[in-house]
């Protein structure tokens, strides 16, 4: 079945990851590419814990999740591959070359973000990176949910910021 969704959430795995999108989609494993926690066994322990037993967790740097990209699309289970941010995912977009979609799922109010959906703040550098992914042919949406509606990277980055609600 392979790969079924490559993710960039910055939460990383959590409840929509596991069980909004893995459940529905049917996951059998989820590599997690981040260069800190794949060297971080307390990190990983942390991680581990969010994942029902039925589903495998992989961490690795994006070096191995380049070299061991074509072991996790021939794999006969579905799987998602979630990046913490857009530059991650970059990375590893430009070092595999066959990736088709990408996910903006969860990418948080930091300094210096615009928010551009309930779920996704993007700084310029961002939104310049994305632009760039989906030069290299690679269809980026956002939707935080699989029954949500995709948003096109057009959208996504033409859009007027969303209103911050005061309290």
């Known amino acids: 079945?392979?790969?079924t969704l490559y993710r960039i959430d910055d939460r990383l795995i959590h409840g929509q990851?596991?069980?909004g999108w893995g459940q529905p989609l049917n996951i059998g494993f989820i590599v997690l590419v981040d260069d800190d926690i794949a060297c971080c066994d307390w990190e990983q322990d942390l991680y581990?814990?969010?994942?029902p037993p039925?589903?495998?967790i992989v961490f690795t740097d994006v070096k191995g999740a380049i070299s061991n990209h074509a072991g996790y699309v021939s794999d006969k289970r579905r799987g998602i591959v979630v990046t913490p941010d857009i530059a991650t995912m970059h990375r590893l977009v430009d070092g595999v070359k066959t990736i088709g979609d990408v996910n903006v799922g969860g990418i948080?109010?930091?300094a210096g973000r615009t928010p551009r959906l309930r779920y996704a703040f993007l700084s310029p550098e961002e939104e310049r990176e994305l632009s760039v992914i989906a030069e290299h042919g690679v269809r980026v949406?956002?939707?935080d949910v699989p029954n949500a509606r995709q948003v096109s990277i057009a959208e996504l980055l033409l859009s007027k910021p969303v209103e911050e609600k005061s309290a």
């Open 1 to 3: 079945m392979s790969v």
């Open 54 to 56: 039925e589903m495998e």
């Open 48 to 51: 581990r814990m969010g994942v």
């Open 141 to 143: 949406t956002a939707q």
């Open 17 to 19: 990851v596991v069980v």
């Open 108 to 110: 948080h109010y930091k």
